[in-house]
Each structure stands twice: as structure tokens, then as C-alpha cells.
């Protein structure tokens, strides 16, 4: 019985997955287009599965309640990388992937959890990449002080310690698992990303 809940679960997500592709695709590409997104756009459609919160330095922001809920919960987690005609693209299982994970960056706030700062520009992730030895890690890039992105310079090695981006902050993995339709279960307990 848990194997076919297992395999049922799987098919669900699987499912998610190509009607976000189907539905949210079109409009990613009209953002990549140059189409100016409204913030309001975010405020109306990321629906009930989170709360709008004000921030200093970031004005208003919106947190999962699974981050408020699971304090071990990290952004870029439930979901995969999939190779695409614009890059290592983020695939994310959650509701509101369509909008955190293309748009805008994620913040931690001590005490407080994850929060993510919506932003008007389009991309497939906006992360840090790492690699260690087999490993290989993404962290979310938190918006400059003032919420402004991280301009048109190029995003080098400087980039954990401008944004102050810490071990904690990213997702661990064994390369050979980076294409996997799911890498939640593959992610290392963040304790242990100082070793990765």
C-alpha cells in the first residue's frame, strides 16, 4: 500500500508539474520578453498558502507558511533542475514556485525565517552555485540592502560574501542526483553544508 501511495504521490506531482509548464511557460516567456510585471501581480496571485508581511529595507514581503511552520524549510528544496534552452532552470513543486523562484530573491531574517522580496525580472533561478568534491549546492541570492537585485555585474565567487550568504542558506546534493525529477529527499541536513 505506501509503495502505491508513493508512486500515486509521485504521478500527482509529475502531473503539477507539466500544468504549471503548460499554463506558467507562456508567461514566462513574455517576461523574458521584456514584458514589465506589475508587483500588484504577485500581491493578487500568490494565494492563501503564505502572508504578506512589511520588512525594513525590503518593504513588503511575502513568507510561506511552511516557512513560518517548518523551521528547517529552505527555499530551492522541493523541486528539480531541469537544462533548458535559457539555462539550469528551477521546477518547484510548491504553489507558489511560479513566481518565488523566477522572480524576485529570498532573504532570511533572523528569528523571523524566509521571506521573499518580489522583484519585476525573470529568470530560470537565481542562486549561488557550489561544488565540492561530489557535491554540488545552489542558495537563493537575497536582494542588495534597500531590496535593489544584484545588478549587471557578473555574479563571481565574491558573491557569498557580498549578500553575506551563509553555509545554512544553501541545498547540498551528490552531483550524479542534480537531474532527478525529485531532490527534496537528496538534499544533506544543512548542519552538514560547511563539510560540502
Request: hydrophobic share 40%; with cysteine; glycine share 10%.
Amino acid at each position: 500500500r505506501s509503495k502505491h501511495l508513493i508512486t500515486t504521490q509521485l504521478m500527482k506531482r509529475i502531473l503539477l508539474a507539466v500544468t504549471v509548464l503548460v499554463f506558467v511557460l507562456p508567461a514566462m516567456r513574455q517576461a523574458e520578453a521584456g514584458t514589465d510585471i506589475s508587483i500588484d501581480f504577485f500581491y493578487d496571485n500568490l494565494g492563501s498558502d503564505g502572508s504578506w508581511v512589511e520588512v525594513a529595507d525590503y518593504g513588503f514581503c511575502w513568507q510561506p507558511s511552511i516557512a513560518v511552520s517548518n523551521s528547517s524549510w529552505r527555499p530551492y528544496a522541493d523541486g528539480y533542475w531541469a537544462y533548458t534552452d535559457v539555462g539550469w532552470t528551477w521546477v518547484s513543486y510548491e504553489d507558489f514556485g511560479w513566481a518565488t523562484y523566477h522572480y524576485g530573491r529570498w532573504t532570511r531574517l533572523r528569528d523571523r525565517g524566509w521571506f521573499w522580496v518580489p522583484g519585476r525580472a525573470w529568470g530560470p533561478a537565481w542562486v549561488s552555485w557550489r561544488t565540492g568534491g561530489d557535491y554540488v549546492g545552489w542558495a537563493p541570492l537575497p536582494p542588495r540592502d534597500g531590496g535593489e537585485d544584484y545588478d549587471d555585474r557578473p555574479i563571481n565567487g565574491q558573491v557569498d560574501v557580498e549578500f553575506d550568504i551563509g553555509p545554512a542558506s544553501y541545498n547540498f546534493v551528490d552531483v550524479r542526483y542534480i537531474g532527478e525529477p525529485v531532490l527534496r529527499e537528496r538534499i544533506f541536513e544543512a548542519n552538514l553544508n560547511i563539510t560540502y
